[in-house]
């Protein structure tokens, strides 16, 4: 199957608990079930410091109460490379992003852009899946490692695909340089302002997820949907026929 697990998904050597708030969408909705959190990153190198990003990523997001699943990329075919899209890989990310609430994207940037393995996963996500949107209406997050000196181009571009997917994306973001000084022999993230933004990122994460969960339905209910569907409204229950007192 397609997934990867955590070696070591309770160990957290560089998050200082003093100051980390284990349930950060207190206050904001319901914390149960836990938040459904997939994570997505952009290279199939055996060190990747997307995919070494994206386990920190995870193992911030079960500290503060959430289910996650990390997709291995390391299968999927290329767009239209397989008839009807009709490969266990294609099927399982598509069954996880239905699954999910929730996402995380982590690309390296390669030639002032996101890779191609990270867009192939993006591609195979259709907005519309048997009358089902695999997207629509999910939070996500966007991160990016770099070789070299601090940039954005890669968030931004994941920015411009969570919107073209229909996603909420976050406000926050984490852009980690020269992602080779950043890691350990482990693989583990080593202490610094970096690894602290990644702890901001997926606390806001969580704290969106669940903020959004009682209004999904009603924030993706589209006019033009309904009107393709054929479903008209019911004015005796529709919320915008009544007056505001």
């Not at 836990?34 to 990523?57: D, F, N, V």
């Not at 982590?106 to 949107?133: N, W, Y």
């Not at 969580?206 to 008209?232: C, I, M, N, W």
């Amino acid at each position: 199957m397609p997934l990867r697990t955590l070696s070591d998904p309770d160990h957290l050597p560089v998050l200082d608990r003093r100051y980390a708030r284990q349930r950060p969408a207190l206050g904001l909705g319901s914390g149960d079930p836990p938040p459904r959190i997939l994570l997505l990153y952009g290279s199939l190198r055996e060190r990747s410091y997307s995919r070494l990003c994206i386990e920190e990523a995870a193992r911030l997001l079960q500290f503060f109460g959430c289910e996650t699943r990390i997709f291995d990329p390391a299968t999927l075919p290329l767009p239209d490379q397989v008839t009807r899209d009709d490969h266990p890989a294609v099927r399982e990310l598509r069954d996880l992003s239905m699954w999910s609430e929730g996402h995380v994207w982590c690309s390296p940037e390669r030639h002032g852009q996101i890779t191609g393995i990270m867009k192939l996963q993006v591609d195979h996500l259709p907005l519309s899946m048997g009358g089902m949107r695999p997207t629509q209406g999910r939070t996500l997050a966007v991160m990016q490692v770099s070789a070299g000196s601090q940039s954005f181009n890669s968030v931004n571009t994941l920015r411009v695909l969570g919107r073209w997917m229909r996603m909420v994306t976050i406000p926050n973001q984490s852009s980690v340089p020269k992602a080779f000084n950043e890691f350990d022999d482990a693989g583990r993230m080593k202490p610094s302002s970096y690894y602290d933004r990644i702890v901001d990122v997926m606390e806001e994460l969580v704290r969106f997820t669940v903020l959004l969960r009682p209004h999904a339905a009603q924030l993706v209910d589209r006019y033009s949907e309904r009107k393709e569907a054929g479903t008209p409204i019911d004015a005796a229950t529709d919320l915008s026929s009544i007056a505001l007192t």
